[in-house]
């Protein structure tokens, strides 16, 4: 096989779903939200929303190699635009509380 029908043969190959960050991001912001003037919801949300940030990096940097590889550009334009939107609602959050 070919360098190029290798390349064309990852291509075919599913992404996979980069919002799972998402687990770690949601519940910091529901704190974060509701429960936001109690230091321990304050904290708790700021360790479970830094982790989900470090996950989302990693998840960032997934998407981005499947959507420059053709894989579901969709779906992975999606999940970049999701981790975005929530990595920056979460920095908006702390900021204010």
């Known amino acids: 096989m070919t360098d190029q029908e290798i390349r064309a043969e990852a291509a075919k190959e599913p992404g996979d779903d ?8 949601l ?3 529901l704190l974060l939200r509701f429960l ?3 230091a321990w ?6 360790v479970a ?4 940030m470090m996950c989302a990096a ?7 190699r499947d959507l420059v590889r053709g894989r579901r550009p969709w779906k992975a334009a999606f999940a970049l635009v999701v981790l975005a939107c929530g990595a920056f ?3 908006v959050r702390l900021v204010e509380s």
């Open 89 to 91: 609602a979460l920095v």
């Open 41 to 46: 919801a304050y904290w708790t949300a700021a």
């Open 58 to 64: 990693v998840a960032v940097a997934g998407a981005a």
């Open 36 to 38: 936001g003037e109690h």
């Open 49 to 52: 929303g830094g982790l989900g």
């Open 27 to 29: 519940p910091a912001l």
């Open 18 to 25: 980069h919002t799972w960050p998402l687990v770690l991001l």
